[in-house]
């Protein structure tokens, strides 16, 4: 499985953007999806996930009521639509996708996955 970020850029405090992840392979369907971020100096660290079907989704506290995680099966691409950015959103965002089945979040929200884009840089300026 490839994964490839699209989608960053720099914009204002308040506004936003949309990030996808197109994946190569025919077994998109099968994975499970997830955003991490890692600012500069920082550890990486979980956004949000979704599950393989689709039906449940994951959020990090500081981003929940913000940012949405969707997928696109078909497509083979999850996208991350993140609103009402501020300057702590600022980080270079990964992608990354597993076969997780369970409903745990500690299972989406750990960094263990087997797949990983080459990230897409995200700038919010105050």
């Known amino acids: 499985v490839q994964l490839q970020a699209s989608g960053g850029g720099l914009v204002q405090a308040g506004g936003s953007l949309r990030l996808s992840c197109a994946s190569s392979?025919?077994?998109?369907?099968?994975?499970?999806m997830a955003w991490f971020r890692q600012a500069p100096g920082k550890e990486r660290e979980f956004v949000a996930a979704?599950?393989?079907?689709?039906?449940?989704?994951y959020y990090a506290d500081s981003v929940k009521g913000r940012f949405t995680i969707s997928r696109d099966n078909a497509k083979n691409t999850v996208y991350l639509q993140m609103n009402s950015l501020k300057p702590e959103d600022t980080a270079v965002y990964y992608c990354?996708?597993?076969?997780?089945?369970?409903?745990?979040?500690?299972?989406?929200?750990?960094?263990?996955?087997?797949?990983w884009g080459q990230g897409t840089q995200v700038t919010v300026s105050s």
């Open positions: 990354a996708a597993d076969r997780i089945l369970s409903s745990r979040y500690s299972d989406y929200a750990n960094p263990w996955y087997i797949y």
């Open positions: 392979g025919r077994t998109f369907s099968s994975y499970a």
């Open positions: 979704i599950s393989w079907g689709g039906g449940s989704t």
